[in-house]
């Protein structure tokens, strides 16, 4: 069974300060995406990531997958109040085109 | 990129009465979509995968009876949450893949928030 496991799940930080979020999963797959919730709202694709290796940036956040480790990373640099969300990584299944999801991680980033 | 529009945004219904939500592909062709169910401060949970013209799949411990998925078109899906109860009440969010370019990502729907009374 495929897992996609998250952590941390709860983040409160400072503005200014630098934290990465891990997404770690079971199986093979090179395809891999994070996404962004904001409360009531639904989810904004932030990083399609592709193939080992392959790291994304845009502002303040940088994602990056290592397919052997299995293990994605988003970071965020310089945080700021706007970024404070709930953050979901989701791997792709490539037999059905299903997604598997992470638990999410709710980051609370304080001025 | 592509959009993926969704209707309602926002019900409230009786109990014992049904609502029929609507899932659009507004610039792609849709083959397949998907439905997710979400409750607060949770993941997002896939009920079923609608294949156009054909009969959804629907995940375990779903009721498809109560989950009706019709996906009659290309570019539109739907879900009709037969006879609600407060339990139904929900977010609900659908997601449309675009197999016409890879990687074939799925692009989501703004949701529909579920109130049954």
């Known amino acids: 069974e495929l897992k996609v496991e998250q952590n941390p799940l709860f983040l409160s930080m400072q503005e200014g300060k630098n934290y990465t979020i891990y997404c770690n999963y079971s199986t093979t797959s090179d395809r891999l995406y994070w996404y962004r919730q904001d409360p009531g709202k639904s989810l904004e694709s932030l990083f399609v990531l592709l193939s080992n290796g392959a790291v994304k940036q845009e502002g303040r956040l940088m994602a990056s997958l290592d397919t052997k480790a299995r293990l994605s990373t988003l970071h965020i640099t310089a945080a700021v109040h706007d970024l404070s969300a709930t953050y979901f990584c989701?791997?792709?299944?490539?037999?059905?085109?299903?997604?598997?999801w992470g638990a999410g991680t709710k980051l609370i980033i304080k001025p | 990129g592509a959009v993926v529009s969704q209707h309602p945004s926002r019900v409230i219904c009786k109990s014992g009465t049904s609502v029929k939500i609507e899932c659009r592909s507004l610039d792609f062709q849709a083959t397949t979509m998907f439905w997710y169910r979400q409750f607060p401060k949770q993941s997002l949970m896939l009920m079923a995968t609608?294949?156009?013209?054909?009969?959804?799949?629907?995940e375990q411990g779903v009721e498809k009876d109560k989950f009706l998925i019709n996906h009659a078109s290309l570019t539109l899906s739907t879900l009709t949450v037969t006879s609600a109860h407060p339990e139904d009440s929900s977010f609900y969010i659908c997601s449309a893949r675009d197999k016409g370019n890879y990687p074939y990502e799925q692009y989501f729907g703004p949701g529909t928030r579920l109130t049954v009374t």
């Open positions: 989701a791997v792709d299944m490539d037999s059905n085109y299903q997604l598997i």
């Open positions: 609608s294949n156009e013209g054909s009969k959804a799949t629907y």
